[in-house]
């Protein structure tokens, strides 16, 4: 039975977390006394549209704006206090200190169950110059504002940090005719992604006029005449009007540690399945807390609004239907981003932190198109699969491409959860017709060159190698390669029709990989050399997913 006691829910924090724990628990519970905290004006407000209303691409600020205090009063009866911090904890007393900002008044707010969803914060790490009005960062209609206005006028501007925000910012000031200049410290956009995954992300950027300084880290700022000068550890200045930190977020877990909530190692609120902490009275999700994670079963944070909501939901139920909650699973950390023409994501673990934390894997990476090739409008998809070994059991994968690349990171999310393996992937029952995908859908792909590999019947090469005594056979027509070449030397070229005829040019004691453009084709003459005795390896993804797309390696795109 759901309770109609007036039990006493206190929510600090809105948005994604917070408002959803709200309307869930109002749905649950009409008798419930129901008060959401939020020290900014905005309760509930689309966070991850914020830079599209910058760029303009949606027009009205009022379609961020999700719920107002007053809606949520008429549609849920909820007691909505914005511009109201907390700013203590008792436990022992279970009350919350509130203090109102306009005023600096407090006051004691009883609750029978709290949950903070606090969020997280923009990094703003203590760097000479950090606190020019011309440095902005983003995470709040306010913020978004700022930027907006400061972009009218502004011409030149950098953003600080290549991941999903700052890739978008910097798709967006571009659409604003910007001169953009995009600094990354390490070596590549998009750091979640293994490197050759970030390749054709990197090349559009370029294409679209922007400025990449990658592997330079900021290391100050300086006033320069009309402008700010964004001072890298390389020792170059970079003029900008205007600066965007996108450097990453921090947990608002301050006042979780006064009140003696436990966190981990990076300041996160610890919560179990059923997002409780360690105070069975105060649950806490969002952008601030510690998740599992679902393929591994270890901690990890997760700041993302799809779980945030998710969490939110949870919390709710476990308070007023407790007999009928189900823990969380944990967090894939699914994730997508759009620059122009391209989109790029992952989810699960990529091949950098499987090897980071010393776990067996295995790795294939295929290319086809996101429909049938043969229907107008064909685009390519890049897709990278890792798997276990032992079970080929998926632990995760990457996705890059002009188009479709969304429903197929979707359809390998459900098999990471599902706990699908290599096998499932290769006989996955998915649509089909011409517009929509092909017969053989990539993902299916993916799964029969895992199974491939696993079997034996190819070992791919995940790079060209360099030692002289290793065979480079580039088996793409003459035109092809003579006009995009291997940037190799001595590569031999054997077009994949004439190998059989010509296999006796090849010296069967010296090992031999196969090289094309998109790597199907040197699958197919690795197992053409494979059965004549030799020692073969097939370039996986092809030269299109290992080289830099601006090299002279680079196949026309279709």
Same mark, same amino acid.
């Given at each position: 039975?759901?309770?109609?006691?007036?039990?006493?829910?206190?929510?600090?924090?809105?948005?994604?977390?917070?408002?959803?724990?709200?309307?869930?628990?109002?749905?649950?519970?009409?008798?419930?006394?129901?008060?959401?905290?939020?020290?900014?004006?905005?309760?509930?407000?689309?966070?991850?549209?914020?830079?599209?209303?910058?760029?303009?691409?949606?027009?009205?600020?009022?379609?961020?704006?999700?719920?107002?205090?007053?809606?949520?009063?008429?549609?849920?009866?909820?007691?909505?206090?914005?511009?109201?911090?907390?700013?203590?904890?008792?436990?022992?007393?279970?009350?919350?200190?509130?203090?109102?900002?306009?005023?600096?008044?407090?006051?004691?707010?009883?609750?029978?169950?709290?949950?903070?969803?606090?969020?997280?914060?923009?990094?703003?790490?203590?760097?000479?110059?950090?606190?020019?009005?011309?440095?902005?960062?983003?995470?709040?209609?306010?913020?978004?504002?700022?930027? @907006?206005?400061?972009?009218?006028?502004?011409?030149?501007?950098?953003?600080?940090?290549?991941?999903?925000?700052?890739?978008?910012?910097?798709?967006?000031?571009?659409?604003? @005719?910007?001169?953009?200049?995009?600094?990354?410290?390490?070596?590549?956009?998009?750091?979640?992604? #293994?490197?050759?995954?970030?390749?054709?992300?990197?090349?559009?950027?370029?294409?679209?006029?922007?400025?990449?300084?990658?592997?330079?880290?900021?290391?100050?700022?300086?006033?320069?005449?009309?402008?700010?000068?964004?001072?890298?550890?390389?020792?170059?200045?970079?003029?900008?009007?205007?600066?965007?930190?996108?450097?990453?977020?921090?947990?608002?877990?301050?006042?979780?540690?006064?009140?003696?909530?436990?966190?981990?190692?990076?300041?996160?609120?610890?919560?179990?399945?059923?997002?409780?902490?360690?105070?069975?009275?105060?649950?806490?999700?969002?952008?601030?807390?510690?998740?599992?994670?679902?393929?591994?079963?270890?901690?990890?944070?997760?700041?993302?609004?799809?779980?945030?909501?998710?969490?939110?939901?949870?919390?709710?139920?476990?308070?007023?239907?407790?007999?009928?909650?189900?823990?969380?699973?944990?967090?894939?950390?699914?994730?997508?981003?759009?620059?122009?023409?391209?989109?790029?994501?992952?989810?699960?673990?990529?091949? @950098?932190?499987?090897?980071?934390?010393?776990?067996?894997?295995?790795?294939?990476?295929?290319?086809?198109?996101?429909?049938?090739?043969?229907?107008?409008?064909?685009?390519?998809?890049?897709?990278?699969?890792?798997?276990?070994?032992?079970?080929?059991?998926?632990?995760?994968?990457?996705?890059?491409?002009?188009?479709?690349? #969304?429903?197929?990171?979707?359809?390998?999310?459900?098999?990471?959860?599902?706990?699908?393996?290599?096998?499932?992937?290769?006989?996955?029952?998915?649509?089909?017709?011409?517009?929509?995908?092909?017969?053989?859908?990539?993902?299916?792909?993916?799964?029969?060159?895992?199974?491939?590999?696993?079997?034996?019947?190819?070992?791919?090469?995940?790079?060209?190698?360099?030692?002289?005594?290793?065979?480079?056979?580039?088996?793409?027509?003459?035109?092809?390669?003579?006009?995009?070449?291997?940037?190799?030397?001595?590569?031999?070229?054997?077009?994949?029709?004439?190998?059989?005829?010509?296999?006796?040019?090849?010296?069967?004691?010296?090992?031999?990989?196969?090289?094309?453009?998109?790597?199907?084709?040197?699958?197919?003459?690795?197992?053409?050399?494979?059965?004549?005795?030799?020692?073969?390896?097939?370039?996986?993804?092809?030269?299109?997913?290992?080289?830099?797309?601006?090299?002279?390696?680079?196949?026309?795109?279709?």
């Amino acid at each position: 039975m759901i309770s109609t006691q007036p039990l006493r829910l206190v929510i600090i924090g809105g948005v994604a977390a917070g408002a959803s724990a709200a309307a869930r628990a109002r749905r649950l519970s009409e008798f419930a006394q129901i008060t959401l905290i939020e020290r900014g004006p905005d309760v509930s407000f689309a966070n991850c549209g914020l830079p599209y209303h910058i760029g303009g691409e949606i027009a009205e600020r009022g379609a961020l704006a999700m719920q107002t205090p007053e809606t949520l009063k008429a549609l849920l009866n909820l007691d909505v206090r914005t511009g109201t911090e907390a700013v203590a904890i008792d436990r022992v007393g279970k009350r919350v200190q509130l203090r109102t900002l306009a005023t600096g008044a407090e006051a004691w707010l009883p609750y029978d169950k709290l949950v903070l969803a606090p969020g997280a914060a923009s990094l703003r790490p203590p760097l000479p110059g950090i606190d020019s009005p011309r440095i902005l960062t983003l995470r709040s209609l306010q913020d978004m504002d700022r930027i @907006k206005e400061a972009a009218a006028t502004a011409q030149k501007v950098a953003v600080i940090g290549a991941g999903f925000i700052g890739l978008e910012m910097a798709e967006q000031f571009v659409h604003l @005719k910007k001169t953009v200049t995009l600094v990354e410290m390490l070596g590549q956009v998009l750091p979640p992604l #293994d490197r050759p995954m970030a390749l054709l992300m990197e090349d559009e950027l370029r294409r679209q006029g922007v400025e990449l300084a990658l592997g330079d880290a900021i290391a100050g700022f300086a006033p320069a005449a009309d402008a700010l000068g964004c001072q890298l550890k390389s020792g170059r200045v970079i003029p900008a009007d205007l600066v965007v930190l996108a450097i990453g977020v921090r947990p608002d877990s301050a006042l979780a540690e006064a009140a003696g909530i436990e966190l981990g190692p990076r300041g996160h609120i610890r919560v179990d399945g059923f997002m409780r902490t360690n105070d069975l009275d105060i649950y806490a999700a969002g952008d601030a807390i510690e998740v599992r994670d679902f393929v591994t079963g270890d901690p990890s944070a997760v700041p993302l609004g799809g779980p945030a909501n998710r969490q939110g939901r949870a919390v709710a139920d476990h308070i007023f239907r407790p007999e009928q909650a189900r823990p969380l699973p944990g967090a894939v950390g699914t994730a997508i981003v759009r620059a122009f023409g391209v989109a790029a994501g992952l989810t699960g673990w990529s091949e @950098k932190r499987l090897r980071a934390a010393g776990r067996a894997y295995r790795t294939v990476t295929v290319n086809d198109n996101h429909h049938a090739g043969y229907f107008p409008g064909a685009k390519q998809i890049l897709l990278k699969l890792l798997w276990c070994p032992q079970t080929g059991r998926v632990l995760g994968a990457q996705a890059t491409g002009l188009a479709g690349v #969304d429903k197929r990171l979707d359809v390998l999310a459900v098999a990471i959860t599902g706990g699908l393996t290599i096998d499932d992937l290769a006989q996955l029952e998915l649509s089909y017709a011409p517009p929509f995908g092909s017969a053989k859908d990539i993902v299916n792909l993916a799964g029969m060159t895992a199974c491939n590999a696993r079997g034996g019947l190819v070992e791919p090469a995940d790079t060209l190698p360099e030692d002289p005594a290793v065979q480079i056979v580039d088996v793409r027509p003459p035109a092809l390669a003579q006009k995009f070449p291997v940037p190799r030397p001595g590569v031999i070229n054997i077009p994949l029709a004439a190998l059989r005829q010509r296999s006796s040019e090849l010296d069967s004691t010296r090992p031999v990989v196969t090289v094309c453009a998109l790597g199907k084709t040197s699958y197919f003459a690795a197992r053409i050399l494979m059965q004549r005795g030799f020692k073969v390896q097939s370039l996986t993804g092809g030269l299109r997913a290992n080289f830099d797309p601006r090299s002279p390696a680079k196949p026309p795109t279709p």
